[in-house]
C-alpha cells in the first residue's frame, strides 16, 4: 500500500511525532512518503530512511503545487492521512485540484478552545473552511473521547465517519532510553525535580505551575523546577521568574528527542494544560515511572491516568488544587506499574489505523 503522510513541519510537537511514529512503524510493510508542508524542525531526521521525504527547493506550498501535483500524480497514494486542522484544510485544496483517488484519512490532535479567542466572524468562517474540507474524508480519526464530541459539538462531520484512538506513543525500545545518560546539576539525590514538557503556550499554562512551585518552594527548599519546550511565551514565562526570584530554582531547557531520561530522573511530571486534545508526554511520563498530577481539562490526561496509584488530577486552572495535588503525590512512594500501558505502543495503534482504512 502507498501511503502519504501530509504534516504542517517536523516542529516539535504532539501531532507531528505521531505521523513520524506512525510513517517510520509502517513503512516495514508498505511505501510511505511524507509530505511536509515547511521542512523546518527537529522531528526531521526522526525519520527512518524508508521513508520517503518530499522534498522541494522553495519554502512556500503555493509555489510548490505544480511540482507536488506531478509528484502525487507519479505516485498516486492509496491513502493520505492529514495528521493536522491546517493541513487537513491544505489537503482539501490539494485534492480538489489534483483529482486523486486516494482514500483521506483525516486526523483531529487537539479540542477547539483556541478558537474561543478569535473574532466571531473569523471563527465562523474558519468553521465553515472545516466543514468543507472534512467533507471529502473517508474517515477522521479523533485522539480522545472529547476531541470527537468537539467535532460533533461544531457540526464539523457526523458521528458515523468518526473513529477514537489513541496516540501512538511508546517505542518497542523506550525502555532502553529511561537510563541514557543526561547531565543537569539538579539530577542528583539532594534536589527533587518537577518537570513539565510541551510548547511554552497559554494552552499549556506553565504560568500557574511556576506560581505554584514559589509557594511550594517555602515548605521544601530542596524542590527544583524544570521546564522542557519553546514557544511564544517563554521570555513572558522567563520575566515571572525572574520577578518570583526563582532563577535559581527554575530551569529552561530546549525539547530533546529522548524525553525518558529526564522523566525518569524527576521525581514528579506535571501537566498544568487548560486543554489537550490527548497528552502523549502523559504516556511518556508513566512509561518512565514517574509520579504524575494533570489538570482535570478538557481532552485525554485526566483517562490516560485512571487506574495508576502514582497520578493524581487537578481542578483545571486551580492554583490551591494543584499546589495541594503536589504536595499530596511528594509523599506516594513511587510503585512498580501495574497496569500495563500496551494500549499506547506505536505497533498495536498503527494495526486499529490499517484496520479502519480497510473498511472504507
Keep these: 500500500?502507498?501511503?502519504?503522510?501530509?504534516?504542517?513541519?517536523?516542529?516539535?510537537?504532539?501531532?507531528?511525532?505521531?505521523?513520524?511514529?506512525?510513517?517510520?512503524?509502517?513503512?516495514?510493510?508498505?511505501?510511505?512518503?511524507?509530505?511536509?508542508?515547511?521542512?523546518?524542525?527537529?522531528?526531521?531526521?526522526?525519520?527512518?530512511?524508508?521513508?520517503?521525504?518530499?522534498?522541494?527547493?522553495?519554502?512556500?506550498?503555493?509555489?510548490?503545487?505544480?511540482?507536488?501535483?506531478?509528484?502525487?500524480?507519479?505516485?498516486?497514494?492509496?491513502?493520505?492521512?492529514?495528521?493536522?486542522?491546517?493541513?487537513?484544510?491544505?489537503?482539501?485544496?490539494?485534492?480538489?485540484?489534483?483529482?486523486?483517488?486516494?482514500?483521506?484519512?483525516?486526523?483531529?490532535?487537539?479540542?477547539?478552545?483556541?478558537?474561543?479567542?478569535?473574532?466571531?466572524?473569523?471563527?465562523?468562517?474558519?468553521?465553515?473552511?472545516?466543514?468543507?474540507?472534512?467533507?471529502?474524508?473517508?474517515?477522521?480519526?479523533?485522539?480522545?473521547?472529547?476531541?470527537?464530541?468537539?467535532?460533533?459539538?461544531?457540526?464539523?462531520?457526523?458521528?458515523?465517519?468518526?473513529?477514537?484512538?489513541q496516540n501512538p506513543v511508546l517505542e518497542e525500545n523506550y525502555k532502553s532510553l529511561l537510563n541514557k545518560k543526561i547531565a543537569h546539576k539538579w539530577y542528583n539525590n539532594k534536589y527533587q525535580v518537577i518537570t513539565n514538557v510541551g510548547r511554552l503556550t497559554d494552552q499549556k499554562n506553565q504560568n500557574i505551575l511556576i506560581q505554584s512551585f514559589k509557594e511550594l518552594l517555602k515548605e521544601r527548599k530542596n524542590l527544583r523546577l524544570i521546564l522542557i519546550g519553546s514557544g511564544i511565551k517563554k521570555k513572558e514565562l522567563k520575566q515571572i521568574v525572574v520577578k518570583c526570584r526563582l532563577n535559581n530554582y527554575v530551569d529552561f531547557i530546549p525539547y530533546t528527542n529522548n524525553i525518558y531520561s529526564h522523566l525518569s530522573k524527576s521525581s514528579i511530571f506535571v501537566l498544568s494544560s487548560k486543554w489537550e486534545g490527548f497528552g502523549n508526554v502523559v504516556v511518556e511520563a508513566l512509561a518512565s515511572g514517574t509520579k504524575v498530577v494533570v489538570s482535570n481539562c478538557k481532552g485525554g490526561p485526566k483517562n490516560i491516568i485512571k487506574g495508576f496509584k502514582q497520578a493524581k488530577k487537578f481542578k483545571n486552572n486551580s492554583l490551591n488544587d494543584l499546589t495541594k495535588k503536589i504536595k499530596e503525590i511528594l509523599y506516594v512512594k513511587n510503585q512498580p506499574i501495574k497496569k500495563k500501558l500496551n494500549k499506547y505502543f506505536i505497533s498495536y495503534v498503527a494495526l486499529k489505523y490499517l484496520n479502519e482504512i480497510k473498511k472504507i
Design 1 to 165: 500500500m502507498k501511503i502519504l503522510f501530509l504534516s504542517p513541519t517536523f516542529d516539535v510537537g504532539g501531532a507531528e511525532k505521531v505521523s513520524i511514529n506512525l510513517a517510520n512503524y509502517l513503512s516495514k510493510d508498505h511505501d510511505i512518503y511524507f509530505l511536509p508542508i515547511s521542512a523546518r524542525g527537529k522531528f526531521r531526521t526522526s525519520l527512518n530512511d524508508k521513508v520517503k521525504i518530499l522534498r522541494y527547493k522553495n519554502k512556500k506550498l503555493r509555489s510548490n503545487f505544480f511540482l507536488i501535483r506531478k509528484d502525487l500524480k507519479k505516485i498516486k497514494p492509496d491513502v493520505i492521512i492529514s495528521n493536522y486542522r491546517t493541513a487537513n484544510i491544505i489537503s482539501f485544496f490539494l485534492l480538489l485540484f489534483l483529482g486523486l483517488k486516494s482514500k483521506v484519512v483525516f486526523r483531529e490532535a487537539n479540542l477547539f478552545d483556541d478558537l474561543k479567542k478569535i473574532f466571531f466572524l473569523k471563527r465562523s468562517v474558519y468553521l465553515l473552511l472545516l466543514k468543507i474540507s472534512y467533507s471529502i474524508s473517508n474517515l477522521v480519526i479523533a485522539n480522545s473521547l472529547d476531541t470527537k464530541q468537539d467535532l460533533l459539538k461544531h457540526r464539523i462531520l457526523s458521528s458515523k465517519k468518526i473513529k477514537v484512538i
